[in-house]
């Protein structure tokens, strides 16, 4: 995906990117293939990967939740900082904190806030089961671990009427009626939005889940 196809495909997420973030991006995308010379951050490098596979695929979770409407996100295992980064440069007013259990990556994640010049977002080396400082309008967390699995260490994060979304590849394995029936028995799944990736055709799922 080059930016001209990035951009146009952004409009179709109702999403306008102004020429500030779109620069933002270029710097992050040039942070990250040299940090992960010396960090195993992440196998995808070549440009028009990256913008394809973290930048676009990050703001798919637009086709989820508005996120103008709400102001706090964690993002759980945030890795190399997708989807996280990647919305705060384009949703500036989003108090974000990134979450990962691996301290090269939280170092990285801090680095290149600073090196972006972000406010309102910092990186913590902490597992998510262990951090209760405070409960957010919306969690995420992206390609990180079983749905089932996940829940347990994740639903604590989100307020009262708050949302957890998990973005996924294909979940038909992952989410079958028997695992369905037994989140819903404690949590209720609000939606599982499944599209494709344009251009390299993969399926992509959102699933959205709430607090009952």
Do not use: W
Request: with cysteine.
């Amino acid at each position: 995906m080059n930016r001209e196809e990035f951009i146009k495909e952004l409009q179709k997420l109702d999403i306008n990117i102004s020429p500030e973030q779109l620069e933002q991006l270029e710097r992050l995308f040039n942070i990250l293939v040299e940090e992960n010379k010396k960090t195993n951050l992440t196998r995808i490098i070549e440009k028009e990967d990256v913008y394809l596979k973290h930048f676009y695929d990050s703001l798919t979770i637009t086709k989820a939740v508005n996120l103008n409407s709400i102001n706090t996100l964690c993002d759980v295992g945030s890795g190399a900082g997708f989807p996280g980064l990647v919305l705060k440069i384009m949703y500036p007013h989003l108090e974000i904190v990134l979450i990962d259990s691996l301290l090269k990556r939280v170092k990285y994640l801090n680095e290149t806030i600073k090196k972006l010049d972000l406010t309102g977002i910092e990186a913590i080396h902490t597992r998510a089961e262990d951090y209760h400082d405070k409960k957010f309008d919306l969690v995420t967390a992206r390609a990180v671990a079983n749905i089932d699995k996940l829940l347990k260490y994740t639903m604590h994060l989100v307020k009262k009427e708050g949302k957890f979304i998990a973005m996924k590849g294909n979940i038909n394995q992952e989410i079958t009626p028997d695992v369905e029936k037994k989140i819903n028995k404690k949590y209720l799944i609000d939606e599982i939005i499944e599209f494709e990736l344009p251009i390299e055709n993969s399926t992509r799922s959102l699933v959205v889940i709430r607090n009952k």
